[in-house]
């Protein structure tokens, strides 16, 4: 017959290895739920890359060639060949302003007038900077302007086009291109680059901007939607009334949101290397942990999507 203390013992131990089982269970589960989400990430990661850079007729593609350059005349390393490029033109209220470039930087500001006004600066410490070319391009949804490098490819020229559409191949070319606008109220912008950050400051209109290599920087009075993968996203938005659900997504960097007193969302965070927090009383429908959180603010409605993989994620009231 057992001894009372040896029971005792057993049992300790049972429990014990019970509690093991059950700590190893819930370390393997998040661990499982952190690879997913890890993978989920990464497939984002290489949807943005393949948005742009997958060639072909329908998309914006950039390559690169790792083939030495052949230069037909040497700078000095301080001197820069520089050109430049200006438009100003009508955009009706409602309609789009789209810049397109690929190497260089966008900014956008507020102007009292009725015309869009664009400067781009183009430099080059080996290339030609007038082999760039800035097209513009009149249609039904606004206008678009690109900065279209030359094809090394006489049968793939690259070309202009509206949103996703127009080809792009830049190899062996180092211009870089910073296009700087000012925008009317109602007149919405659109900004796409590769290389380059984007600062649209000060607006009253839409805004949607992407990136790849550069951080992103928005205050409107409109609503706006921004993805980068390696840089930092700070925007403040003054409408609140967004169709369909609104996108911030970053790789590497955080999230920065300064959103109206009036709010109203269903709002779904997510981090991989970083937390969560949020000024707005949220009625939480599932929070994992301070990594994964999904709530509602105010009576819920529009969604709002907020991901990245290193960086923190900030809802802030605006003000």
């Not at 593609?61 to 000095?76: K, N, R, Y």
């Not at 951080?215 to 409107?220: D, G, N, V």
């Amino acid at each position: 017959m057992m001894q009372p203390q040896r029971r005792i013992h057993a049992e300790n131990s049972k429990y014990t290895a019970i509690l093991f089982i059950v700590i190893a269970f819930a370390v393997i589960t998040n661990a499982i739920r952190d690879l997913n989400q890890l993978h989920d990430y990464s497939s984002s990661f290489q949807a943005v890359v393949l948005d742009w850079f997958q060639p072909g007729p329908e998309s914006y593609a950039v390559g690169f060639s790792a083939q030495p350059v052949e230069c037909t005349s040497v700078l000095a390393q301080d001197e820069v060949r520089s050109d430049e490029f200006r438009w100003t033109g009508l955009v009706a209220p409602g309609r789009t302003i789209e810049i397109k470039g690929v190497n260089g930087d966008i900014s956008a500001e507020p102007t009292s007038g009725v015309n869009v006004e664009v400067v781009a600066t183009k430099k080059a410490r080996r290339s030609d900077p007038a082999l760039v070319d800035l097209r513009v391009l009149e249609h039904s949804e606004g206008v678009t302007i690109c900065v279209v490098y030359p094809s090394d490819d006489p049968n793939n020229p690259n070309s202009c086009e509206p949103g996703k559409g127009g080809r792009m191949n830049v190899r062996n070319n180092d211009v870089k291109v910073d296009v700087a606008l000012r925008v009317p109220a109602g007149v919405n912008f659109n900004g796409r680059t590769v290389n380059g950050e984007i600062v649209a400051r000060s607006l009253a209109s839409n805004v949607v901007l992407s990136t790849v290599n550069g951080s992103i920087t928005i205050s409107t009075s409109g609503y706006a939607r921004a993805n980068t993968v390696n840089g930092e996203i700070a925007a403040t938005l003054g409408d609140t009334n967004w169709p369909d659900k609104l996108e911030f997504n970053t790789v590497n960097g955080g999230i920065t949101l300064d959103l109206p007193q009036n709010i109203s969302a269903e709002v779904k965070a997510d981090t991989f290397n970083g937390a969560i927090s949020s000024d707005f009383p949220l009625a939480v429908v599932n929070r994992v942990s301070r990594k994964h959180m999904s709530g509602t603010i105010g009576s819920g409605g529009r969604e709002l999507i907020l991901k990245t993989l290193n960086g923190s994620i900030n809802l802030r009231r605006a003000g």
